[in-house]
């Protein structure tokens, strides 16, 4: 796997888009042939579908920031980056946001129907766990850490991380949030997986304590920037640079950063929570000039 030139984040987003994505396409095949017709033809789509792969960014990142080298690890990138697909697919249906247009293409829903893409959303949960393992297997990992990439994985996928945050963002919808209210929602539905794949970088690695420690703590303050960046981008980006429609958030009335704070002291929370994950890195000290540059990315992406 080719070194990406330390301190951009560009530069790894593109590394990280090459090699996950050639991944992803072996999955894709793999899963046509399993499963012939439209719902195999629905997970192809869903899995090519063109993300910025930041997620897969910071496994890879986090990896080398605690002495990884193998190329394997992109198998772990794509592991995390199948559960954000599948995330993505259900979000986009009726019976949640029911968006018509995800990355710039109609959502798997609107390309084909409602029950293949609620398929292809339960499909895509065991292939993450199937790569995950292979992942683990090529990387010559023991049964102690293997398990503990899972539990890390689908815990932050579950109800104490995403499922969880998700629900209690549809309970909250026309109920207006308070602040904490607001963080605890994003710690779920849009933190843990970006926590997680920073903290999977590092098990991979077979990462000491300290270390580990520091990962976790920036996962969790770059997971909230994430989220925070995302709202005022719904407020202020158009949907072309979007890739969705923009202003989705106001249209539906969702309590957001943009909404409790205003557009001004949001973008100061994105900052602060960047600000936060970089000094986690600097307590250890944990020395990546890739994981600040993906903390400087996340707060001033243009989508
Ligand atoms: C059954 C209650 C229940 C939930 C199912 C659908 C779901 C699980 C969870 C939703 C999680 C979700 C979609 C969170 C939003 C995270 C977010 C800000 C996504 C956008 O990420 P980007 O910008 O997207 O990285 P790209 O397209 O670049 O990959």
């Known amino acids: 796997m080719a070194d990406t030139a330390a301190g951009d984040a560009v530069a790894l987003l593109a590394e990280a888009r090459q090699v996950v994505d050639a991944e992803l396409d072996r999955c894709a095949e793999r899963l046509a042939a399993d499963v012939p017709g439209p719902l195999g033809d629905a997970l192809a789509y869903a899995l090519r579908s063109p993300g910025k792969r930041v997620r897969p960014a910071l496994v890879l990142a986090a990896y080398r920031a605690a002495g990884g080298r193998s ?30 247009m995800r990355r710039g293409r109609p959502t798997t829903h609107r390309a084909f129907d409602i029950p293949t893409a609620t398929r292809v959303g339960y499909l895509l949960v065991p292939v993450a766990g199937e790569e995950l393992a292979r992942a683990a297997a090529a990387l010559g990992l023991g049964a102690e850490p293997t398990g503990a990439l899972a539990v890390e994985l689908f815990e932050a996928g579950g109800i104490r991380g995403m499922v969880g945050g998700q629900w ?77 429609p923009a202003g989705r958030d106001a249209a539906l009335a969702k309590s957001t950063y943009v909404s409790v704070l205003g557009v001004a002291a949001a973008r100061a929370e994105a900052v602060r929570h960047q600000q936060r994950a970089v000094a986690e890195l600097a307590d250890v000290p944990l020395v ?16």
Request: aromatic share 4%; hydrophobic share 45%.
């Open 168 to 244: 209690l963002d549809l309970e909250a919808e026309r109920r207006g949030l308070t602040l904490p209210e607001l963080t605890a929602v994003h710690r779920g539905k849009t933190g843990a997986l970006i926590r997680a794949a920073v903290v999977l970088g590092g098990i991979a690695a077979g990462a000491e304590p300290g270390v580990s420690r520091a990962l976790r703590g920036y996962g969790e303050e770059i997971g909230l920037a994430f989220q925070v960046a995302d709202d005022v981008l719904d407020a202020t980006g158009t949907s072309e640079e979007l890739g969705k």
């Open 71 to 100: 190329d394997a690890i992109a198998g772990i990138a794509t592991a995390v980056e199948v559960v954000h697909t599948y995330s993505l697919v259900h979000d986009d249906l009726p019976c949640m946001d029911d968006d018509d």
């Open 288 to 303: 990546s000039e890739s994981l600040v540059a993906l903390a400087r990315y996340i707060v001033t992406r243009p989508s």
